[in-house]
């Protein structure tokens, strides 16, 4: 009878063991994420970015080790031209396999992007709101696609997923735009004024007033001077023109050569100065009827109101002197 030894008898345990080990060994070294990781990193993936950039970005920010079988990874399963643009937030550290099914479904680990755009807010405003609050958007691409909608990118508070772009956040408020226009489509068929000038109309008001029962005195007081022949004489147009918030406009800014300068142009301006709400939108259609020609914002807050250019002046010694 022959009877093994200790080695004979424990050698595939051995070997089971020391293959566990060398897996083990070999998952760290390749597939773990680096121990440098940091919890709650956030990378945010440029749209168009290649798979070799991103595989570096990725390594650079310690949320992987080894780029080269993040690409391999990516390849075989077919998305190395596909990966999901935005911010992605790695809360805690994930094997590569994670990390490459994350970037091929766009799971992004970050809730929806709140963003709120006040009444009145221009097209660069909204351009500078988004680029900082989703860094994968540039805000020159913004401002270049979108400013062709100024005036009809509703404003509103939105949810933005991550992995927003450029022409999705321009159709989400153009949509909003058109539902909330909807409600007035009656009133503006009815109005005798085309479409384009009620909401450049709107866009002048929701700049010079701030109540409702202000925007309307100031619509009917435009429409008095659009009657009469006279300029608008609208000090919110040099805040557009200027790209500045200032609506006190010096001499010199009464005579610059543009066509939004209403001080030199009769008529509306050619387009939008601003993004008007539903409120302004309204008043252009509901104006109230009065015989005022001018008006004014005063150092106390309110609206002055006046029917001659000398009653005008005597409102702008008394109220802004």
Not at 151 to 171: C, H, N, Q, V
Not at 249 to 264: E, G, H, K, M
């Amino acid at each position: 009878m022959r009877f093994l030894n200790f080695s004979e008898r424990h050698t595939p345990w051995i070997v089971a063991f020391g293959l566990a080990l060398f897996l083990v060994g070999s998952y760290q070294v390749l597939f773990a994420a680096p121990a440098s990781f940091i919890p709650g990193s956030v990378v945010t993936v440029v749209r168009g970015t290649s798979a070799p950039l991103i595989a570096e970005q990725l390594a650079a920010a310690h949320i992987i080790k080894h780029p080269l079988f993040l690409r391999v990874l990516l390849r075989l399963s077919g998305t190395s031209d596909s990966v999901h643009a935005g911010m992605y937030r790695f809360e805690k550290s994930q094997n590569i396999f994670s990390v490459t099914f994350r970037l091929a479904t766009g799971a992004y680990g970050l809730p929806p992007v709140q963003i709120t755009f006040p009444e009145g807010i221009t097209v660069r405003e909204v351009a500078a709101k988004i680029s900082e609050a989703l860094p994968g958007v540039r805000k020159q691409d913004f401002l270049e696609e979108a400013k062709k909608y100024e005036g009809y990118l509703f404003p509103d508070t939105y949810l933005f997923p991550p992995s927003s772009d450029t022409e999705s956040i321009i159709a989400a408020m153009r949509a909003n735009f058109n539902t909330k226009i909807a409600t007035l489509e009656s009133e503006i068929q009815s109005s005798g004024r085309s479409f384009s000038d009620v909401v450049i109309l709107a866009s002048l008001i929701e700049r010079e007033a701030r109540l409702d029962v202000s925007k309307r005195m100031v619509a009917g007081i435009l429409f008095n001077r659009l009657k009469l022949g006279m300029p608008l004489q609208v000090d919110a147009v040099f805040g557009y023109i200027f790209d500045r918030a200032t609506y006190s406009p010096s001499y010199a800014d009464l005579t610059v050569d543009s066509p939004y300068n209403t001080y030199i142009h009769k008529g509306l301006p050619p387009g939008p100065i601003s993004n008007p709400g539903l409120s302004s939108l309204e008043s252009v259609l509901n104006p109230t009827k009065t015989n005022y020609l001018y008006y004014l914002t005063g150092k106390d807050g309110l609206m002055h109101y006046a029917t001659t250019y000398t009653a005008h002046q005597a409102n702008r010694k008394k109220y802004l002197d």
